[in-house]
């Protein structure tokens, strides 16, 4: 009966150990096998090609732009959906609303979040358009004619244009997560911060942020994951548009080093390992 008793708890581990063993640790340990041999999905032989699949990788012409692009879409990324998601959650915490107003902000900022990619890149390819397009149309209804761009067509602007379709749609989550995390800071750290006579401003800083350090910090690192988007889609044409599953499996080590030592940094920089 005791041995029965101590064996209990792990009975209810193995399913979600399982799970994790099938959808995470077994796919990443594959990937990082077939970045070592040029193979095909039409075909199943396998040829060791060693490191000539990251050799490809790193010297191939778009690599640099990549790289590039994804610092940005990530820099950005973390001033937006953390940083001013933040701010808003503040905000949606703060004293200045009334709570029925708070709710209805709160259901408007997660909104977009619920809309498939699909819609999303469907309706910003139209406010792009650089014809019919609502961006252009507003530019010009308000005299800023010469500010008119095609927008998706220009080298320049097609990655920003991107990134802010990605903030518009995630920004509202991320200040939904903070909420949470705010709204469950104890009260009577707050009441005794007010009774010492401390502003919203010193109250945010010192008190609420360094409680809901934790979350803040898994929002990070979400955002961060998202932010490499950039190569993703390069892993996805590799793999599916010129059938080159080395090179895709070869991105895919890439995406996982970078987002797994990103991690690592932001919870070395907070010295905390509880998330």
């Known amino acids: 009966m005791k041995k029965k008793t101590k064996l209990t708890p792990y009975l209810y581990v193995i399913p979600g150990l399982l799970m994790v063993l099938s959808f995470v640790y077994i796919p990443i340990i594959v990937n990082l096998v077939y970045s070592f041999f040029r193979l095909s999905s039409y075909s199943s032989s396998m040829k060791f090609v060693g490191l000539d699949n990251f050799r490809r990788l790193f010297t191939n012409d778009t690599f640099p732009i990549m790289m590039r692009n994804n610092v940005y879409y990530c820099v950005i990324s973390l001033i937006v959906q953390v940083g001013f998601g933040t701010f808003l959650a503040?905000?949606?915490?703060?004293?200045?609303?009334?709570?029925?107003?708070?709710?209805?902000?709160?259901?408007?900022?997660f909104l977009p979040a619920l809309v498939s990619l699909t819609a999303v890149g469907m309706m910003f390819n139209f406010i792009?358009?650089?014809q019919l397009g609502l961006l252009n149309t507003f530019l010009k209804h308000v005299g800023l004619a010469s500010m008119q761009q095609t927008w998706l067509g220009d080298?320049?602007?097609?990655?920003?244009?991107?990134?802010?379709?990605s903030q518009w749609q995630f920004t509202g989550y991320i200040t939904l997560l903070m909420v949470v995390a705010f709204q469950n800071v104890s009260k009577d750290y707050i009441e005794a911060a007010v009774i010492d006579g401390a502003g919203p401003i010193r109250r945010a800083v010192s008190i609420i942020l360094p409680l809901a350090k934790e979350q803040l910090i898994v929002c990070s690192i979400i955002t961060v994951i998202g932010a490499s988007q950039v190569l993703g889609l390069f892993l996805y044409q590799n793999a599916f548009l010129h059938d080159d599953m080395g090179m895709a499996a070869a991105t895919g080590v890439l995406i996982f080093v970078i987002t797994v030592?990103?991690?690592?940094?932001?919870?070395?920089?907070?010295?905390?390992g509880e998330i």
């Open 90 to 109: 503040f905000l949606l915490e703060s004293r200045l609303a009334s709570d029925r107003f708070k709710s209805i902000c709160r259901n408007i900022y």
């Open 128 to 130: 792009y358009n650089p």
């Open 155 to 165: 080298k320049n602007l097609a990655i920003f244009c991107i990134i802010a379709m």
């Open 261 to 272: 030592t990103a991690s690592i940094f932001q919870l070395k920089v907070s010295r905390s």
